[in-house]
């Protein structure tokens, strides 16, 4: 098996961290009830417990193939209890497999494997996010949009946000690209398109401001695009230089308007990063200077 990237390897410390807690609080008991099994006919206790030395032991490959083998013995014994905690190791594993296949760029495998993690334990939601962020890369919009709007809904606020992000972040993409480079009405139409399919699915964030202003100034909407430009200020949560682009926005938008001495100050909270040479030629416009 190829060696795991450090994201996979922190997710299986947690799982050998989980899985050395069940063995103190768990293994110890079974071991000793190891003759009483074996005339029982139980052998999955046995089996369990070599799935948990395998995991403790850092043999993933072994451990998971013997917790699948303990899973119908366990379930023909009906212990709900070993079934539970080995479907939970499963699915983590499935779960780590599946993010490292993602990162690998192999998204059909990395949804295969989310897919049995997900077999495994259906209620482990780590592996329906992974899922949805593997179709959202093979282009398959409309099951990853479902898929990411359902994990928001599952009651694991982790993955939620992570979900939330990735739809927040498909339709700006696609606005971004629209309003890159020469916007004309038509792609600011489409851009405004996007980002009001987004609000379908999500909430509206600075980015997402910012970029609707810059689709009305490109249209021509100044007073909306200004109006934007505030709320995406309002939002705005990132360092001074990000923020540069809201204002230069704004000042635009105030500029075209008319409004040159609200303009005129709109660019100088812009003069940062990348707009600074475009806020000062404005500037210099503005008073006359070029």
Aim: proline share 1%; net charge neutral; charged share 25%.
């Amino acid at each position: 098996m190829k060696s795991f990237n450090r994201a996979s390897l922190c997710n299986l410390k947690h799982i050998v961290l989980s899985l050395t807690v069940l063995a103190f609080a768990s293994g110890t008991a079974l071991a000793q009830e190891t003759k009483t099994v074996i005339k029982e006919g139980q052998e999955y206790k046995m089996k369990y417990n070599e799935a948990l030395e395998f995991a403790k032991a850092k043999n993933y490959k072994e451990a998971y193939a013997a917790f699948e083998a303990t899973l119908p013995l366990a379930e023909a014994a009906g212990d709900t209890e070993v079934i539970n905690r080995s479907s939970k190791v499963l699915a983590q594993l499935d779960n780590s497999y599946g993010t490292r296949a993602f990162k690998a760029g192999k998204f059909e495998e990395a949804i295969q494997h989310h897919e049995k993690g997900i077999a495994h334990k259906s209620d482990y939601v780590p592996n329906h996010y992974g899922k949805g962020k593997a179709l959202e890369k093979l282009d398959r919009w409309d099951e990853a949009v479902a898929l990411l709007k359902s994990v928001m809904e599952m009651g694991d606020r982790k993955s939620a946000n992570a979900a939330e992000k990735t739809i927040r972040g498909h339709y700006v993409y696609i606005a971004s690209s629209n309003l890159s480079e020469n916007p004309t009405k038509s792609t600011a139409e489409k851009a405004l398109a996007s980002l009001d399919e987004m609000l379908g699915y999500v909430d509206a964030d600075a980015d997402t401001y910012y970029y609707q202003a810059e689709a009305n100034k490109t249209i021509g909407n100044y007073s909306d695009a200004i109006s934007l430009a505030d709320q995406a200020l309002g939002a705005h949560r990132g360092s001074r230089t990000d923020k540069a682009k809201i204002y230069f926005v704004k000042g635009e938008a105030l500029m075209f308007s008319g409004s040159s001495a609200d303009a005129a100050e709109a660019f100088n909270n812009a003069l940062y990063g990348n707009y600074k040479p475009l806020a000062q030629h404005y500037l210099d416009e503005l008073k006359g200077g070029g």
